[in-house]
């Protein structure tokens, strides 16, 4: 039960693809006044600052050309590497060692079960959630110094910890007989921990950072895509106000601080996710510290 209401199962490649047609209809209604708007599929190299214009030098990804943007702002949405703002000098503080281990399951039986399953085991908590054509998505969230973030590197392992520390998941795996692909050699691996960009923001610099390149969040809280899409919608309207205000010469009403708005955004964070981890019933190092 959520108090917001009944969640939806997301097809992440269909709904990434959805926005990547949106933002294409976009660029094709660009004021004519202004530079036309394209999508490039380009590999970022180097950015540098010349007479108060940016320059991002990038490599084609599928000719190899390399080529030279300008612009008056910059922004970093490399999610959590921040690769452009890291060299100018920007750094991710992060506040926990959260990893995340995840498999793909397959079964050639129907699955009815359309929960999104979240169980508490003592050194962690784990994930699953049905995926289209029989397939079934199985997360395990550790520390990286906890004993079995070695365990789940390897299939063995991961499914030693899934049978053994985990009971409803187990269960829906065992009874549907999902098992891991053939071409499973290991499970994969990502960093899951929150983290802050210091800064976010250099108004005077002109760049920014926005989605997890700006914050990152613990998956428990579900809020790295909805909090994403929402930044980048404050991000883009205020640089357009700082544009706009730049080229007319007039003053700043209406301009909120793109740090204030970070801030918040991650002190309502830190509270949610302090209700989350708090009705764990395990006193284990992996739970009471994230109860503090």
């Known amino acids: 039960m959520n108090p917001y ?11 990434d693809e959805s926005l990547r047609d949106s ?25 540098e600052k010349q007479d108060g214009t940016w320059s991002v030098h990038t490599e084609h990804l599928d000719t ?15 999610g959590r590497k921040a690769v452009l703002v890291r060299k100018l000098g920007a750094k991710v503080l992060k506040k926990d060692s959260l990893l995340a281990f995840y498999s793909l399951f397959v079964s050639s039986e129907d699955d009815n079960d359309h929960r999104t399953l979240i169980e508490a085991t003592e050194s962690g908590w784990w994930y699953t959630s049905q995926l289209a054509h029989n397939r079934r998505i199985v997360v395990y969230h550790t520390d990286d110094n906890d004993a079995s973030a070695k365990l789940a590197r390897k299939p063995d392992g991961f499914l030693d910890l899934l ?8 269960q829906i795996i065992l009874e549907h007989n999902y098992d891991l692909p053939p071409e499973a050699k290991f499970p994969h691996c990502t960093a899951a921990g929150s983290s802050v960009l210091d800064p976010i923001c250099d108004e005077t610099e002109h ?7 700006a914050m990152s969040f613990d998956p428990l809280s579900s809020q790295g895509i909805i909090t994403a899409l929402n930044a980048g919608c404050f991000i883009g309207e205020e640089l357009a106000k700082r544009i706009t205000l730049e080229s007319d010469a007039t003053g700043s009403d209406g301009i909120c601080s793109i740090p204030d708005y970070f801030e918040a955004v991650g002190q309502k964070y830190e509270t949610q996710k302090k209700y989350y981890y708090r009705y764990a019933r395990f006193d284990t190092e992996f739970w009471a510290k994230r109860r503090l």
Not at 69 to 78: I, M, Q
Not at 163 to 170: G, Q
């Open 207 to 213: 760049w920014c950072a926005v989605g997890d390149a």
């Open 23 to 47: 933002v294409r209809d976009g660029c094709c209604k660009t004021n004519s006044d202004c530079v036309p708007s394209r999508m490039i599929r380009e590999r970022f190299i180097s950015v």
């Open 64 to 78: 190899h050309t390399l080529n030279c943007y300008r612009s008056k702002w910059v922004v970093d949405a490399t």
């Open 5 to 15: 209401g009944s969640g939806l199962h997301l097809d992440r490649a269909l709904f």
């Open 163 to 170: 049978h053994n520390h985990t009971v409803h998941i187990s």
